[in-house]
Structures are given as structure tokens and as C-alpha cells.
């Protein structure tokens, strides 16, 4: 299969990047970043992209599955406009473009508790991301709805401060269905679902994602 990753330079991103150049299931990678990745493997092309102009490498965006791991912090991304520009417009500009050139199948890193009923901005976002890719069709279509993500060296606190307290619980027994999950292991999940599920809608809910 040929894979197309957009958000491929985040944390999600970067390992289902290294997943894929690793899986024989997959014989290329072609990955649509503003700078480069600093990966080089055979198997490995990057498309230096304009996000706001992405018909001008529409004719790349070809292949057999495409995985959305972009995504930004209302912190990181300056306002509620520009969160919803990186994480809705973008994302569903692809997934169109990507369905117009007959890519069959689409992954899509959403959120637990995202619904386009939601009143909470984030999860109302997210929600609706979810609504307009599957509404273009795909012939398989999966969301994937984590929790908190665990990513390597970060450098947000809250991350270090939630997540210790959440594996304190687990280890108590408690709220295991909110455990954190690993950006590292979300990837490899990610990777695997468009080999094994059938074509249709798939939701992979946090209770579920663990087990798949």
C-alpha cells in the first residue's frame, strides 16, 4: 500500500511515520510537510507543502490510504480561528482532494468525546471533522478517538502532571478506561487498521483502541 500522512512532523505523526517505513505491508511513504522531517529511507518521499495551498500538490496526493495526524493547541495555534483553520479546513481540503483523486481509504486521528452536537469548541471541532470525512465516502473509513496522549519528550507540563496522575489511578484499578496511551503505540494501531478492517465506517473508541 502507499500511505500519505498530512501532521506527519508532529508527535502522532512522526512515529506512524517510522511505524510505516518499518511495515512490509506498505511500500511507500509520502509524507506532505511545511519543513523537512529529516528522515531519509528508501521508501520515504516528502512533499514540501503549503497548507493553505494545497491544490498546488494535489496531483501527489495519490495512493491507497491516507492518514490524518495534524492537530494544534488553541496555546500553539494563536486563537480559536487559526486551531480551527490547522485542524478542521486543512484536514477536510485534503480528505477531498484525496477522495477526488480515488484514495480509497482514510484514517483520521479525532478525539474522545468529539461530536459536532458538542458545545465545547475542541470536541465540536473535532466532531465536525469527523462528520465531513466520512461524508465524502470513502470506501473505508476509521476514526480513531484517544484520550490523553503520552508523546515523547514533550514539553508541556500538564502532560507530565495529568499523566502521572492517571497512571497513579490505573495502577489503583481505577479509571482504566481513561488511561493515557503512548503516541508510539496510537501509531502502531493506526497502522495496522486500514490492513485488517473491512471497508465501511470503523470508530475506534477509547475503550476500544487499547484491544485492537
Same mark, same amino acid.
Given at each position: 500500500?502507499?500511505?500519505?500522512?498530512?501532521?506527519?512532523?508532529?508527535?502522532?505523526?512522526?512515529?506512524?511515520?517510522?511505524?510505516?517505513?518499518?511495515?512490509?505491508?506498505?511500500? $511507500?511513504?509520502?509524507?506532505?510537510?511545511?519543513?523537512?522531517?529529516?528522515?531519509?529511507?528508501?521508501?520515504?518521499?516528502?512533499?514540501?507543502?503549503?497548507?493553505?495551498?494545497?491544490?498546488?500538490?494535489?496531483?501527489?496526493?495519490?495512493?491507497?490510504?491516507?492518514?490524518?495526524?495534524?492537530?494544534?493547541?488553541?496555546?500553539?495555534?494563536?486563537?480559536?480561528?487559526?486551531?480551527?483553520?490547522?485542524?478542521?479546513?486543512?484536514?477536510? =481540503?485534503?480528505?477531498?482532494?484525496?477522495?477526488?483523486?480515488?484514495?480509497?481509504?482514510?484514517?483520521?486521528?479525532? $478525539?474522545?468525546?468529539?461530536?459536532?452536537?458538542? =458545545?465545547?469548541?475542541?470536541?465540536?471541532?473535532?466532531?465536525? !471533522?469527523?462528520?465531513?470525512?466520512?461524508?465524502?465516502?470513502?470506501?473505508?473509513?476509521?476514526?480513531? =478517538?484517544?484520550?490523553?496522549?503520552?508523546?515523547?519528550?514533550?514539553?508541556?507540563?500538564?502532560?507530565?502532571?495529568?499523566?502521572?496522575?492517571?497512571?497513579?489511578?490505573?495502577?489503583?484499578? !481505577?479509571?482504566?478506561?481513561?488511561?493515557?496511551?503512548?503516541?508510539?503505540? !496510537?501509531?502502531?494501531?493506526?497502522?495496522?487498521?486500514?490492513?485488517?478492517?473491512?471497508?465501511?465506517?470503523?470508530?475506534?473508541?477509547?475503550? =476500544?483502541?487499547?484491544?485492537?
Amino acid at each position: 500500500m502507499k500511505a500519505l500522512i498530512i501532521g506527519a512532523t508532529g508527535a502522532t505523526g512522526k512515529d506512524l511515520t517510522h511505524v510505516l517505513l518499518q511495515d512490509p505491508a506498505y511500500t $511507500a511513504v509520502v509524507i506532505f510537510v511545511r519543513r523537512s522531517s529529516g528522515i531519509s529511507h528508501p521508501k520515504l518521499t516528502e512533499i514540501m507543502t503549503d497548507f493553505d495551498k494545497l491544490e498546488e500538490v494535489a496531483d501527489a496526493i495519490r495512493g491507497d490510504v491516507w492518514f490524518n495526524c495534524m492537530g494544534s493547541t488553541l496555546k500553539t495555534a494563536g486563537s480559536k480561528e487559526k486551531q480551527w483553520h490547522i485542524d478542521y479546513e486543512i484536514p477536510l =481540503k485534503f480528505a477531498e482532494i484525496a477522495k477526488r483523486n480515488g484514495v480509497p481509504k482514510a484514517v483520521v486521528v479525532s $478525539a474522545f468525546g468529539a461530536s459536532p452536537r458538542s =458545545k465545547v469548541f475542541y470536541s465540536n471541532m473535532k466532531g465536525k !471533522l469527523e462528520e465531513g470525512v466520512e461524508n465524502l465516502a470513502f470506501d473505508q473509513c476509521i476514526i480513531f =478517538k484517544p484520550g490523553m496522549l503520552l508523546r515523547k519528550e514533550t514539553d508541556r507540563s500538564g502532560e507530565h502532571v495529568f499523566g502521572g496522575i492517571l497512571k497513579f489511578l490505573n495502577r489503583l484499578g !481505577l479509571m482504566k478506561k481513561f488511561r493515557p496511551l503512548e503516541t508510539s503505540l !496510537l501509531a502502531q494501531k493506526l497502522a495496522k487498521a486500514p490492513r485488517v478492517l473491512p471497508a465501511g465506517k470503523h470508530v475506534i473508541s477509547l475503550e =476500544k483502541i487499547f484491544d485492537f
